[in-house]
């Protein structure tokens, strides 16, 4: 399923901070190694910064706004920065709290939290420079569900999985995010390695689940890269397909999309 270099990633208790060798070939990441371990407190902004650039709101100035008043430039770019700003503020609680359950978690004087969510980050060995960031966390057993926004209690994911006549709860991979000029070096697997050993670090589950775009137009890569990993989609009764048949969905996956928010997802499970 791995490479040599990453597949001791997937095994239980890896301890971590872990270095993985990077193929020579691989000359866009100026190491010849990179390190796996936990995000911590003081990594939080680059991860939000990281993040933002790839999904947060982004300026409206473009080449048609040089013609625009000054005063309408001005309320435009003046608008897009609060956006940013608040997406900013959103995300980071998000990933605070995440932080804050993964140490609080795996303190053994702590009764309220377990450690169910951990956020692992992909950096340079030699200059600590982020490459990427992953989360692997405990969810109910729901495709039509993507992890929360925010830290929920366990009762409350328990909760939610029984009344969705669903007691079961899974390892969930989430967030996986690596840096544009860093992507088709590897650096996606080293961090699905990783996530799967902590899934099965992380109790007695017999598979670990994950959510991918559907598109083929912006999911393709991803797609084809859970299937290589050993991911397979889940059933879905596909209601309501016809409204978007203007998506670019592939025969082989058609039957499996599911819509949340109206948007086309596959839910995809590994045994592990």
């Not at 303190?107 to 969510?117: A, G, I, L, Q, T």
């Not at 109910?140 to 909760?159: D, G, I, Q």
Request: aromatic residues 10%; positive net charge; charged residues 25%.
């Amino acid at each position: 399923m791995y490479p040599s270099n990453m597949s001791f990633l997937a095994d239980l208790n890896v301890p971590f901070p872990a270095k993985v060798s990077l193929d020579k070939k691989y000359t866009r990441v100026s190491s010849q190694s990179v390190t796996i371990r936990y995000v911590d407190m003081e990594d939080v902004d680059n991860a939000v910064t990281m993040i933002l650039d790839e999904y947060g709101p982004q300026s409206k100035r473009n080449e048609g706004s040089q013609s625009k008043p000054i005063p309408v430039q001005w309320i435009e770019d003046a608008l897009s920065s609060y956006e940013r700003f608040g997406f900013r503020m959103f995300v980071k609680v998000g990933l605070n709290q995440r932080v804050r359950r993964r140490i609080d978690g795996n303190r053994k004087e702590s009764f309220m939290n377990v450690p169910d969510h951990n956020l692992i980050l992909c950096e340079s060995s030699n200059n600590k420079e982020l490459l990427g960031i992953a989360e692997i966390s405990i969810q109910p057993n729901l495709p039509s569900r993507t992890s929360p926004p925010f830290v929920y209690p366990m009762a409350v994911k328990e909760f939610i999985a029984s009344s969705n006549n669903q007691r079961e709860l899974v390892p969930y991979i989430s967030n996986v995010l690596v840096r544009p000029d860093c992507r088709g070096i590897g650096i996606g697997k080293i961090l699905m390695a990783a996530c799967e050993g902590r899934a099965r670090s992380m109790g007695i589950y017999d598979k670990v689940a994950l959510h991918v775009d559907a598109n083929l137009k912006t999911g393709s890569v991803a797609q084809k890269l859970y299937q290589k990993l050993g991911f397979k989609c889940m059933r879905s009764s596909n209601k309501g397909l016809v409204k978007y048949e203007w998506m670019d969905f592939s025969s082989t996956f058609e039957s499996d999309v599911i819509f949340i928010d109206d948007m086309p997802f596959l839910y995809m499970v590994k045994d592990i």
